[in-house]
């Protein structure tokens, strides 16, 4: 029995409604209607686009096998329509019909369907600051702002840039400016750090460091104020309270808003955070009306609250479910965890689940701890320390999140940070994690993985066994030793390595090498708190139980040891530094 | 309360569980025996040793950082006694002793115990042919015959070598020889392809052809008959039932034997695997006696059997395991799946869970889909395609193994499988798969991932939308015609890339592109069983569900299409061959 389906919006999570509902049931009569002349595209590939990493915008419309998905080929090859340059103007649910307007002949008629699906996506936020609408300033809404920009770099119109929003765009666009193009990029951030509230401090730190080394300036805890023109009228200045900085172009990536408009407006329910609200089987509150993609709201596993995720794997994933219930085919789509994974330069960073800080907003009793393994065995001569941080449950022991940093060469951090999103997402603990079977090679992992000996370090640290100070407590004490005075640095690491920090740092650094603290313990000072410090925090716990074992208990493990501050760019680092 | 611990077996399980327990309990007075000189090495990185990617034996010894790990190392680092070169002869459960015997000075003695560990490890079989025995026949038992084994190598004298055994280890060195060392190298192996059992027949069949790329014969099918001796006593000749194959060195990489002679002799429970009976707080049938390692058989969480898994990886969790018991810390270790990873030359592959063959074999409902997914977005310049193969039970959709194979240079095809083996281990279905939140950016996955595409795939063919055909029985077909004369390719591909094969295979190749099919469809021929070819069969899947709609339902598609074609170097290949 053939169905009438209209969908609206034709970039992800519409096309693959339409393609996998029509080789499900054949005989549906499917249109596609979009307000855009392109369709189909990858738009996270944007950033990498603008780069260069990607030649022409085709290659972005295009299929694995390099056939352009224009409006041709979806009728030719998928029997689905589609209709570019249509916008929808409104849903009347009564006589089931969407008024569109043919946006090049300017006719309006009204399309008629047996069950809609709204794919309407987002839209970029835009700063309510002056000068946001001037020419110049480029939010990154669709494929044809891109073009317009790879058009002014090619032209080499672009000698500095600024970007507005330290997220995921905002970055991965600087990175574009600054690696192909040699633009000087500035990125501020209204936050105190990159990526707020979706990874902890350390990590947004580790990032900065990165795109800091590759010529990128970022300066954190300040928002544009304001974009001034230049004589030709074009964006030539960003302010900041704290500074002007002079630029060619300004790109302002401050987040999306899901674009619900249409929905609201036909009296669907639409949630507090703007997106529309669907059930598991991504239906509205309207039975013949399904949604999926940026413009709806979806379940946070971990959190248990709503948010809108405007991620294209998302979309296609939801895609599936509404073409599998359309079709009669019960299928659910229960939430997300959060999993992203961003380059940034040789640089990788990647989390899943809730960082600390969100955890603790959320009024999870939650902790935290951070390790530096290797990716691959320690002698393997392609092996690089991969920072993980495990963010847990006090009560219940659940692991609420995981982040990592790491190179982009590999696949490394990604491939802990997968293993960990299944698990967090069915509500693994610790324990789960401790025994999770990674698979094991020397050139690929070592045999007691990362992942697994982050959850033991959690284990050890709940069961009150590893005691820490956190990566910001022990920069604030580097930063001025009068915060703590009653803190001395007990650094284990062998000689050749500690000899410039006792020089440097004289009183407030003992260095005793590892293997000899249990001949000479005696020579700690007994009024001190000792923050125990190696390279990967590993051997500083083994001291740390040791210590406890001759009642010396006033000793706190710096986790993830100087493996973490070489991450970090920091200052008062004595000589050369190594990452 | 202080107890006395001894653990028998200082290269993996045992120092894991000292170390551990002395931190737990520094107050426990802990000493390991082992019978070699050697301890605590990554017994996993020999290959890598012997190929010179790790120069010295020594670093397979060493801490990540660069301590040696020795008995004087232990006691002084650890507070563990290391007593090395020490056997263990017999256990007095009544009395609680073990006698050993110091190897050096030939004396024997009583060691008391309140709790005992074994940690003695697995030993390599040999097999019981002629001249098994003979000078430059190695097995890789220990880091001294890498050590002589390497020492050969280094002194020229080996320009062949013969593999006996296509496992893991046999690969691995046979890698070793002909990589770095540009030894002329040649596997035999009895079973019909390479890591029989462990993966199927086509993933195998793509490692063998990135081992034969590189230069090293492969020979399944036939197991080594005989060793002969040359003019200088050494192993010169390996005979086989099909050949004989000239050489300077052997290993014989066969497998291995838990050592539970000690435990059986001691009265305690040994299964029918020849490992030692755990309990899943690895203690043994004597409550005071716990085991660990290569000598114990654990429970596969899969397929529900016992078997013995001697991994460093497992090793070293369980060694956790019993020394959280031997404290008073209840903990568990409840099994595995199987997980593995192996580079071999410029690929890896990697899997978890059972193989269709194993799962036919023990009884379960099995099939199994293949796909050919990139690894990241097709439009990023670094993306290569990952076949992945999904193993399932028809009648509880559950997944029961994923295999991967790709390249060794990132981590993409690890990070599936490291995703996979969580989900197996707690019996998540296709459905869970499918929607497995995989982190997603260009640069690192494809919106949707590799790994739900898979499922979806699995998803298809149990609801009967897909129908294939194996690549085993394509691969017979592309042999003899004769054997399907109903068959016919119906090859989908853009014309460029047909035109060889409609060339060379003339009636038995009909070429329609995928875009035309909807408008030509009458062409194609009513009797018929047409085969339908792509690059990854994701095109051939819709043109089977379309051909299904205008009942044309004669169709197999040939699951992961060419791009599986070309990682196994097929000789009908017309032209030049990609991969």
């Given at each position: 029995?053939?169905?009438k389906?209209?969908?609206?919006g034709?970039?992800?999570?519409g096309?693959?409604?339409?393609?996998?509902?029509?080789?499900?049931?054949p005989?549906f009569?499917?249109?596609?209607?979009?307000?855009?002349?392109?369709?189909?595209?990858g738009g996270?590939?944007i950033?990498y686009?603008?780069?260069?990493?990607?030649?022409?915008e085709?290659?972005?419309?295009?299929?694995s096998?390099?056939?352009?998905?224009?409006a041709a080929?979806?009728?030719?090859?998928?029997?689905?329509?589609?209709r570019t340059r249509?916008?929808?103007?409104?849903i009347d649910?009564?006589?089931k019909t969407?008024?569109?307007?043919?946006?090049?002949?300017g006719?309006?008629?009204?399309?008629?369907?047996?069950?809609?699906?709204?794919?309407t996506g987002s839209?970029?936020?835009?700063?309510p600051?002056?000068?946001?609408?001037l020419?110049?300033?480029f939010t990154i809404?669709?494929l044809?702002?891109?073009?317009?920009?790879?058009?002014?770099l090619?032209?080499?119109?672009?000698?500095?840039?600024v970007?507005?929003?330290?997220?995921f765009?905002?970055i991965?666009?600087?990175?574009?400016?600054?690696?192909?193009?040699?633009?000087?990029?500035?990125?501020?951030?209204?936050?105190?750090?990159?990526?707020p509230g979706?990874?902890?401090?350390a990590?947004a730190?580790?990032?900065?460091?990165?795109?800091?080394?590759?010529?990128?300036?970022v300066h954190?805890?300040?928002g544009?104020?304001?974009?001034?023109?230049?004589?030709n009228?074009?964006?030539?200045r960003?302010?900041?309270?704290?500074?002007?900085i002079d630029c060619?172009?300004?790109?302002?990536?401050v987040?999306v808003t899901?674009r619900s408009?249409?929905?609201?407006e036909?009296?669907?329910?639409?949630?507090?955070?703007?997106?529309?609200?669907v059930?598991?089987?991504?239906?509205t509150?309207?039975?013949?009306?399904y949604?999926?993609?940026d413009c709806?709201?979806?379940?946070?596993?971990?959190?248990?609250t709503?948010s809108?995720?405007?991620?294209g794997?998302l979309?296609?994933?939801?895609?599936?479910?509404?073409?599998?219930?359309?079709?009669?085919?019960?299928?659910r789509?229960?939430?997300?965890?959060?999993s992203?994974?961003?380059?940034?330069?040789?640089?990788?960073?990647?989390a899943?689940g809730?960082?600390?800080?969100?955890?603790?907003r959320?009024?999870?009793?939650a902790?935290?701890?951070?390790?530096?393994?290797?990716?691959?065995?320690?002698f393997?001569?392609?092996?690089?320390?991969i920072?993980?941080?495990?963010?847990?449950?006090?009560?219940?022991?659940?692991?609420?999140?995981v982040?990592?940093?790491?190179?982009?060469a590999?696949?490394?951090?990604?491939?802990?940070?997968d293993?960990?999103?299944?698990?967090?997402?069915?509500?693994?603990?610790?324990?789960?994690?401790?025994n999770l079977e990674?698979?094991?090679?020397?050139?690929?992992?070592?045999?007691?993985?990362?992942l697994?000996?982050?959850?033991?370090?959690?284990?050890?640290?709940?069961?009150?066994?590893?005691?820490t100070?956190?990566?910001?407590?022990?920069l604030?004490?580097?930063?001025?030793?009068?915060?703590?005075?009653?803190?001395?640095?007990?650094d284990i690491?062998?000689?050749a390595?500690?000899?410039?920090?006792?020089?440097?740092?004289g009183?407030?650094w003992?260095?005793?090498?590892y293997?000899?603290?249990?001949?000479?313990?005696?020579?700690?000072?007994?009024?001190?708190t000792?923050?125990?410090?190696?390279?990967?925090?590993?051997?500083?716990?083994?001291?740390?139980?040791?210590?406890d074992?001759?009642d010396?208990?006033?000793?706190?493990?710096?986790?993830g040891?100087?493996?973490?501050?070489?991450?970090?760019?920091?200052?008062?680092?004595?000589?050369?530094?190594?990452?």
């Amino acid at each position: 029995m053939s169905q009438k389906i209209l969908i609206i919006g034709g970039v992800a999570a519409g096309p693959k409604t339409a393609c996998r509902l029509k080789r499900l049931r054949p005989e549906f009569d499917i249109t596609v209607v979009d307000q855009d002349s392109l369709i189909s595209y990858g738009g996270c590939g944007i950033p990498y686009y603008v780069s260069g990493d990607v030649n022409d915008e085709v290659q972005l419309r295009q299929t694995s096998f390099h056939t352009t998905r224009d409006a041709a080929f979806f009728d030719r090859a998928k029997g689905v329509a589609v209709r570019t340059r249509t916008r929808a103007l409104a849903i009347d649910r009564r006589a089931k019909t969407v008024e569109v307007e043919d946006l090049d002949a300017g006719k309006r008629e009204k399309l008629p369907y047996d069950k809609l699906v709204l794919a309407t996506g987002s839209q970029p936020r835009v700063l309510p600051i002056p000068g946001a609408d001037l020419p110049g300033v480029f939010t990154i809404s669709d494929l044809h702002k891109a073009i317009a920009i790879k058009e002014r770099l090619a032209r080499g119109k672009v000698g500095r840039a600024v970007v507005i929003g330290g997220g995921f765009i905002g970055i991965e666009m600087a990175e574009a400016f600054a690696d192909l193009w040699g633009v000087e990029t500035t990125i501020v951030e209204f936050a105190e750090q990159l990526l707020p509230g979706i990874v902890d401090p350390a990590f947004a730190a580790m990032l900065q460091h990165a795109l800091e080394k590759n010529g990128v300036a970022v300066h954190t805890g300040e928002g544009a104020t304001a974009i001034a023109a230049g004589e030709n009228g074009n964006a030539c200045r960003v302010e900041t309270p704290k500074r002007t900085i002079d630029c060619d172009i300004v790109v302002m990536a401050v987040g999306v808003t899901p674009r619900s408009d249409l929905a609201r407006e036909a009296g669907l329910l639409v949630g507090a955070t703007g997106g529309i609200v669907v059930n598991n089987r991504m239906q509205t509150s309207d039975p013949d009306i399904y949604a999926a993609g940026d413009c709806v709201e979806i379940t946070h596993l971990v959190a248990g609250t709503k948010s809108v995720a405007p991620l294209g794997s998302l979309a296609n994933r939801q895609g599936r479910v509404v073409a599998d219930n359309l079709a009669g085919i019960p299928a659910r789509f229960d939430g997300w965890v959060g999993s992203f994974v961003m380059k940034a330069f040789d640089a990788c960073i990647s989390a899943t689940g809730l960082s600390l800080t969100t955890a603790r907003r959320l009024g999870f009793d939650a902790d935290a701890v951070i390790s530096a393994q290797s990716d691959r065995a320690h002698f393997f001569p392609t092996q690089t320390v991969i920072p993980l941080r495990l963010v847990f449950d006090r009560r219940t022991r659940r692991v609420l999140g995981v982040q990592g940093f790491g190179p982009s060469a590999s696949d490394a951090v990604l491939a802990r940070i997968d293993a960990a999103a299944g698990l967090i997402a069915r509500g693994a603990t610790i324990d789960e994690f401790s025994n999770l079977e990674m698979a094991y090679a020397p050139p690929f992992a070592t045999a007691l993985d990362a992942l697994n000996a982050t959850a033991n370090i959690a284990d050890n640290k709940l069961a009150g066994r590893l005691r820490t100070v956190s990566v910001e407590d022990f920069l604030a004490w580097m930063d001025d030793f009068a915060s703590h005075p009653d803190w001395m640095a007990l650094d284990i690491r062998h000689p050749a390595e500690t000899k410039a920090f006792t020089e440097a740092f004289g009183d407030r650094w003992i260095a005793i090498p590892y293997v000899e603290i249990r001949e000479r313990h005696k020579e700690l000072p007994a009024d001190k708190t000792l923050i125990i410090i190696c390279d990967a925090g590993t051997r500083s716990y083994e001291i740390q139980c040791f210590l406890d074992s001759v009642d010396k208990r006033d000793t706190l493990v710096l986790g993830g040891g100087f493996n973490i501050m070489r991450r970090l760019g920091v200052g008062w680092w004595p000589g050369k530094q190594q990452s």
